[in-house]
């Protein structure tokens, strides 16, 4: 068994897009996209440098974009399960059908604009503690009034707060963890930091229908697999505001028995974190398209396609 996953903000970088725009119609599908949401992803994808898409209401259309082209590219493809980790369960939509490209993509434009308004009222961040005992590095978040806003599992917790408590705790790492990595996000995701941006985006799902998803869809608010596009959208909404446990996705992911994990452009976080996570579990990360011919022969192997 195959599950598809999608990266969440932070995995982009500087002309990630480019490669994928020399496919067969990609540019062309691109601009359209670009022009349904006033945001110009293909010279984002190309052109701009590391700050400009770190920009929140930038980065999450494009990586939106970028796993939607990256998946199509594959092929008719029929792996058991998707998820997405933070805005990628937005991708993980489109691909269990839950959402179609123009709608998702709306989606989550308004998702990133309100994010980005929601991260301006106070100056925020994110950081990455790698290695210690999850019980410690939480009872220490808690001391220095971080939130664990992404439980990743494989010894991976990141912290969210005030630039001020990001540097307590730069300054004072929990015991055991071996280093804190600041993340390049713009703010504090999945925290109280981002509860104006609830509203916001339940305004904009309010306006689009959902469809159940055909293939199983596992959530990242608590692992559970769900089967109505209604609740996809309502935990696509509640989402910003609340943590992401992907730990618990991969607790799931070995109760569906996979066998294989292929994560879309901009591929190498959720794999990396699945090759400590999922011993045994093949993994391929969709960089650029030259790892299409691996991808395909991996999901011939453990989905059909």
Same mark, same amino acid.
């Given at each position: 068994?195959?599950?598809?996953?999608?990266?969440?903000?932070?995995?982009?970088?500087?002309?990630?897009?480019?490669?994928?725009?020399?496919?067969?119609?990609?540019?062309?599908?691109?601009?359209?996209?670009?022009?349904?949401?006033?945001?110009?992803?293909?010279?984002?994808?190309?052109?701009?440098?590391?700050?400009?898409?770190?920009?929140?209401?930038?980065?999450?259309?494009?990586?939106?974009?970028?796993?939607?082209?990256?998946?199509?590219?594959?092929?008719?493809?029929?792996?058991?399960?998707?998820?997405?980790?933070?805005?990628?369960?937005?991708?993980?939509?489109?691909?269990?059908?839950?959402?179609?490209?123009?709608?998702?993509?709306?989606?989550?434009?308004?998702?990133?604009?309100?994010?980005?308004?929601?991260?301006?009222?106070? *100056?925020? $961040?994110?950081? +990455? %503690?790698?290695?210690?005992? /999850?019980?410690?590095? #939480?009872?220490? !978040?808690? &001391?220095?009034? =971080?939130?664990?806003?992404?439980?990743?599992?494989?010894?991976?917790?990141?912290?969210?707060?005030?630039?001020?408590?990001?540097?307590?705790?730069?300054?004072?790492?929990?015991?055991?963890?071996?280093?804190?990595?600041?993340?390049?996000?713009?703010?504090?995701?999945?925290?109280?930091?981002?509860?104006?941006?609830?509203?916001?985006?339940?305004?904009?799902?309010?306006?689009?229908?959902?469809?159940?998803?055909?293939?199983?869809?596992?959530?990242?608010?608590?692992?559970?697999?769900?089967?109505?596009?209604?609740?996809?959208?309502?935990?696509?909404?509640?989402?910003?505001?609340?943590?992401?446990?992907?730990?618990?996705?991969?607790?799931?992911?070995? *109760?569906? $028995?996979?066998? +294989? %994990?292929?994560?879309?452009? /901009?591929?190498?976080? #959720?794999?990396? !974190?699945? &090759?400590?996570? =999922?011993?045994?579990?093949?993994?391929?990360?969709?960089?650029?398209?030259?790892?299409?011919?691996?991808?395909?022969?991996?999901?011939?192997?453990?989905?059909?396609?």
């Amino acid at each position: 068994m195959l599950v598809l996953v999608a990266p969440g903000q932070g995995a982009q970088t500087p002309g990630f897009l480019t490669p994928w725009l020399e496919l067969p119609g990609a540019a062309d599908r691109v601009a359209a996209w670009s022009d349904a949401i006033g945001l110009d992803l293909l010279r984002y994808g190309t052109q701009a440098d590391a700050d400009a898409i770190r920009d929140t209401a930038v980065a999450q259309p494009l990586l939106v974009a970028a796993g939607i082209l990256s998946a199509a590219a594959l092929g008719d493809i029929n792996p058991g399960a998707v998820a997405g980790h933070s805005v990628g369960e937005i991708t993980a939509a489109v691909f269990a059908g839950v959402l179609d490209d123009t709608a998702a993509l709306g989606l989550v434009r308004q998702r990133g604009l309100a994010m980005a308004d929601a991260a301006a009222v106070t *100056e925020t $961040g994110m950081a +990455a %503690l790698l290695g210690g005992a /999850p019980e410690t590095s #939480l009872a220490h !978040l808690e &001391k220095l009034g =971080l939130t664990p806003a992404n439980i990743n599992g494989a010894g991976q917790i990141v912290a969210a707060g005030t630039l001020e408590q990001l540097a307590a705790l730069a300054e004072d790492k929990p015991e055991g963890v071996r280093k804190v990595v600041p993340l390049k996000v713009a703010g504090a995701f999945h925290t109280r930091h981002m509860a104006p941006a609830v509203e916001t985006l339940a305004t904009a799902a309010a306006a689009l229908s959902p469809a159940d998803p055909k293939i199983p869809y596992v959530s990242n608010k608590d692992g559970e697999t769900v089967a109505s596009g209604a609740e996809v959208l309502e935990r696509l909404v509640g989402q910003v505001a609340n943590p992401v446990r992907w730990d618990l996705c991969m607790e799931t992911f070995k *109760e569906l $028995g996979v066998t +294989a %994990l292929v994560e879309v452009c /901009p591929g190498g976080t #959720l794999t990396g !974190l699945a &090759k400590r996570a =999922l011993p045994g579990v093949a993994t391929l990360a969709l960089k650029t398209p030259d790892d299409l011919d691996a991808a395909r022969a991996l999901l011939a192997e453990h989905a059909g396609a």
